[in-house]
């Protein structure tokens, strides 16, 4: 399976942004998607799941501004993010995996190259 990831980029707090994984190979057993986000100087955490149902779970950080959502017909999951802060700055990782039981926060199956989010104040 490979992730790819798109729709980073620079923008001011207070703006939007939609990040989208596009999952391609043999994806007919993933059971979640999700992102995850590496802020400088930080370890990796958790930002968002949504599971093959569309159950989610969102980090307390962004819970409020971030969306999730997935499209099975195309593979893809979309992190709608709004209200950014310089706070949300990182670079963002698409993630998947096959198993219910690290759903939402133990996602480590397969992972996109990320991309860079950066909101300047």
């Known amino acids: 399976v490979q992730l790819q990831a798109s729709g980073g980029g620079a923008v001011q707090a207070g703006a939007s942004l939609r990040l989208s994984c596009a999952a391609s190979?043999?994806?007919?057993?993933?059971?979640?998607m999700g992102w995850f986000r590496r802020a400088p100087g930080k370890e990796r955490e958790f930002v968002a799941a949504?599971?093959?149902?569309?159950?989610?779970d969102l980090a307390d950080s962004v819970k409020g501004r971030f969306t999730i959502s997935r499209d099975n017909a195309k593979n893809t999951v979309y992190l709608q993010m709004n209200s950014l802060k310089p706070e949300d700055t990182a670079v963002y990782y698409c993630?998947?995996?096959?198993?219910?039981?690290?759903?939402?926060?133990?996602?480590?199956?397969?992972w996109g190259q990320g991309t860079l989010v950066t909101v300047s104040s």
């Open positions: 993630a998947a995996d096959r198993q219910r039981g690290r759903f939402p926060r133990g996602m480590n199956d397969y």
């Open positions: 190979g043999r994806t007919f057993n993933i059971y979640a």
């Open positions: 949504i599971s093959y149902s569309g159950s989610t």
